[in-house]
């Protein structure tokens, strides 16, 4: 579980929305969003005593109702055995087709006795018995008698045995037998009556079917002998290789096809360039021109002309002949070369076309061949599938009715085994093993069940209360909430003040007046990890801000504050809250002017600031201007914020809430970074989102949060730093070298130790 990070945990650069920075190393990050194993337990310790409780008291309900149960309407339940009589051997495999283990036979055969046992015919032959009829259960309602067996009698079958185990449940000890032993008394009868001239019928008609399914399975055996006398491995080896030649060829006529249709595209372009103009210019017309050797043979005349002609004007001048000579001569090579161009660009285009056309008949011719070889061995290859798919339709044909044929015999074999037909001497297929008796003991309650159940009841209820009052508090209450809702990094946390040993009068304070506290031990980590969060240029000016009012604002601007001042900095701190100043209040002596004085030109800021400790200056906050968002946003207050960076090392502001008013977000966007300070317990997810979300929009650089007050509970944060802190620090005080009458107080003192722990787990 998270901790307030110690100096070991060297933080690296925090996130922000406009610059590339990380979080803090051992943090906890937004991928760890779901519950761990960790938060598991922390809900399960918190919520420890309320799941005693819910268990304690499920566990008292479940004694009480099982011994008032007990005491007033205690169950009897009624049992009645009924074993069903299995087949000799000649029956069981008188036809080999039954490949059925004998423990199978019995089990099936079981099964389905249970299964008639609780048949309209049975029950309704029960509900008419004397038996029944003599009963207070059968007299409270006739009508439903049938209705009621079906809900209240249970059959089931004994493992391992050819038994049936007919059970009822019932307050009075007399009933439940009577009904029972009559239930199974009219199942017996009907079993002995079921074995009649209908079941034999049905016997019958099913050996039929079975006869016609296998003169059909012979005509199938037939039919696929006559088919397999031809090669069906030629066959399956031809359509091997005329797959493959369709394999070869759809490529190739697909090819064929793309190629074709990037031909046409090409000579439509050509054709439209001709007509165009444009075509003469391409690429492919002028490659064509320029390979003529005449034209090569013309352009290095002109240019050794023209060669000549620039030595003979500098000896001569361009009036002299030798020069207008060369001159007639150059105009001749140059119209010579245009005429040529001209007649070379037009051949070129027309062989650019010719050749494009010749192309696409060429693809054309191809992408024919490659169609009609494709279509004639898609044709073999259909001669050969029939051949194939009459021998597989014949095979399918065979096992749906091989099938059908094993059903039928199932079927009878069933019906024989139920009905008991052909059984020698008229064996009867069921008799009554043991009648139920009265039952001596209830079967319900009891209490090895009763008990058991209410426990786990109890952890059930207790341990879904626990998560659904987790889910319900929305209540920031550790950094694994920062991570996983607020998706901002964690500077630290800050403990509360109900948890400190120390009687700590003005928290805000706690810097000076207790210096070795946890509290400001907590402050100097935050300062840590605040100067590892990225380049001292970038957070020389800090907001200090939160969502709400009483969040902790001023305690954590003096305190974090302090910790940097006595770290060697000089730290300014400047009271930004006009309605509700702080600081003011904590240093009477600081001139009146304050911030708000310095803006509107009625003072100095430089003589506003008081010096209340080494290294840290303070500024009020100065009276209540009626316009302060719009001071805190004014070009003096921009100048402001750049002329106090220059002359302190640190430059710290005490903001307003910013969810009650919007002075903290103008002010976010002058000054390096935000630090966000969340109450735990008292701030929720959605008040911490909107406070981000609000922001980032104007664009603020939020370098972290810091979670005020952290409470010790049995499952909360910061217990063992707690007890670790306050026992080293009592180690610390303790002598180096004890006399002997302090060796003899040395035990008393550590044994204090250990009570001021146990109090704090309590």
């Given at each position: ?252 006529r697909e090819q064929y096809d793309q190629s074709l249709k990037l031909a046409a595209d090409t000579y439509d372009a050509l054709l439209q360039q001709q007509k165009d103009g444009t075509l003469a210019k391409s690429g492919q017309v002028l490659d064509e021109v320029d390979r003529d ?470």
């Amino acid at each position: 579980m998270t901790v307030i990070p110690t100096r070991e945990h060297v933080p690296q650069a925090i996130r922000g929305p406009l610059a590339a920075v990380q979080r803090p190393a051992g943090l906890p990050t937004a991928a760890a969003a779901g519950f761990t194993g960790k938060d598991i337990i922390r809900i399960l310790r918190r919520r420890k005593w309320m799941i005693i409780v819910t268990v304690g008291i499920c566990l008292a309900a479940s004694a009480i109702t099982t011994l008032l149960w007990g005491m007033y309407a205690p169950f009897y339940t009624a049992k009645a055995y009924v074993a069903v009589n299995t087949p000799r051997s000649t029956e069981l495999y008188a036809n080999p087709a039954f490949e059925l283990a004998p423990t199978d036979i019995i089990q099936r055969l079981t099964n389905s006795n249970a299964r008639m046992v609780k048949s309209d015919v049975v029950l309704n032959a029960a509900a008419e018995s004397q038996k029944v009829r003599n009963t207070g259960w059968y007299q409270r309602d006739r009508d439903t008698a049938v209705r009621r067996l079906t809900k209240e009698i249970n059959v089931s079958p004994v493992a391992n045995t050819n038994l049936i185990e007919v059970s009822m449940t019932g307050t009075n000890t007399g009933e439940p037998p009577e009904i029972v032993n009559a239930v199974v008394e009219a199942f017996v009868d009907n079993s002995q009556t079921t074995a009649s001239s209908e079941s034999s019928a049905q016997i019958n008609r099913l050996t039929i079917q079975r006869t016609g399914l296998t003169n059909r399975l012979d005509q199938i055996a037939q039919s696929m002998a006559t088919v397999r006398q031809s090669n069906l491995s030629d066959i399956q080896g031809q359509r091997n290789m005329i797959n493959a030649q369709i394999t070869f060829w759809l490529p190739q006529r697909e090819q064929y096809d793309q190629s074709l249709k990037l031909a046409a595209d090409t000579y439509d372009a050509l054709l439209q360039q001709q007509k165009d103009g444009t075509l003469a210019k391409s690429g492919q017309v002028l490659d064509e021109v320029d390979r003529d050797l005449t034209l090569h043979q013309l352009k290095a005349s002109q240019i050794n002309l023209e060669t000549e002609r620039a030595n003979l004007l500098q000896k001569f001048g361009p009036q002299h002949r030798s020069v207008q000579a060369v001159d007639n001569r150059l105009n001749s090579v140059i119209a010579q070369i245009d005429d040529l161009q001209k007649q070379l660009t037009q051949q070129a285009m027309a062989t650019t076309v010719a050749r494009q056309a010749g192309l696409i008949a060429e693809l054309k011719a191809r992408d024919i061949q490659a169609t009609t070889q494709i279509q004639g061995l898609v044709a073999k290859l259909n001669d050969l599938t029939s051949i194939v798919t009459q021998l597989e339709n014949l095979t399918t044909e065979q096992q749906v009715l091989e099938q059908q044929a094993r059903k039928i015999d199932d079927r009878l074999l069933d019906l024989r085994l139920v009905t008991g037909a052909g059984r020698e001497g008229g064996q009867r297929p069921v008799y009554i093993r043991q009648p139920a008796t009265r039952p001596l003991e209830p079967s319900m309650p009891k209490w090895n069940v009763n008990i058991p159940l209410g426990l786990m009841l109890g952890l059930f209820i207790g341990v879904g209360l626990a998560f659904l009052l987790e889910f319900i508090d929305t209540t920031i209450k550790g950094p694994s909430d920062i991570a996983r809702k607020v998706d901002l990094p964690l500077l630290g946390m800050v403990p509360h003040t109900d948890d400190l040993e120390e009687e700590i009068a003005d928290l805000r304070l706690a810097f000076k007046t207790h210096p070795h506290s946890l509290i400001n031990e907590a402050f100097r980590q935050i300062r840590t990890c605040l100067l590892f969060s990225g380049p001292a240029e970038l957070r020389r000016s800090l907001l200090i801000t939160s969502p709400l009012p009483e969040d902790g604002r001023g305690t954590v601007t003096m305190n974090l504050a302090g910790s940097i001042a006595r770290g060697g900095k000089k730290v300014l701190v400047v009271d930004a809250n006009f309605r509700q100043p702080m600081i003011r209040k904590l240093y009477p002596q600081c001139p009146e002017g304050g911030l708000s004085g310095s803006l509107v030109g009625q003072a100095n800021w430089r003589e506003q600031i008081c010096q209340v400790e080494p290294n840290l200056f303070v500024m009020a906050s100065g009276p209540l201007p009626p316009n302060p968002a719009e001071l805190l946003g004014s070009e003096p207050m921009r100048q402001l914020v750049k002329d106090m960076i220059a002359e302190y090392d640190q430059v710290m502001f005490d903001g307003a809430p910013c969810l009650v008013v919007t002075d903290s977000a103008i002010l976010a966007t002058m000054v390096d970074g935000v630090v966000l300070v969340v109450r735990a317990e008292a701030n929720t997810y959605g008040i911490a989102q909107r406070t981000r979300d609000m922001l980032n929009r104007v664009g603020a650089r939020i370098l972290g949060v810091v979670l005020n007050g952290v409470r010790v509970t049995a499952g909360g944060y910061l217990r063992k730093s707690y007890e670790t802190f306050y026992e080293y620090q009592e180690q610390a005080q303790l002598p180096q070298g004890p006399s002997k009458e302090q060796a003899g107080q040395e035990p008393k003192a550590q044994a204090q130790v250990g009570e001021r722990t146990a109090d704090r787990e309590e």
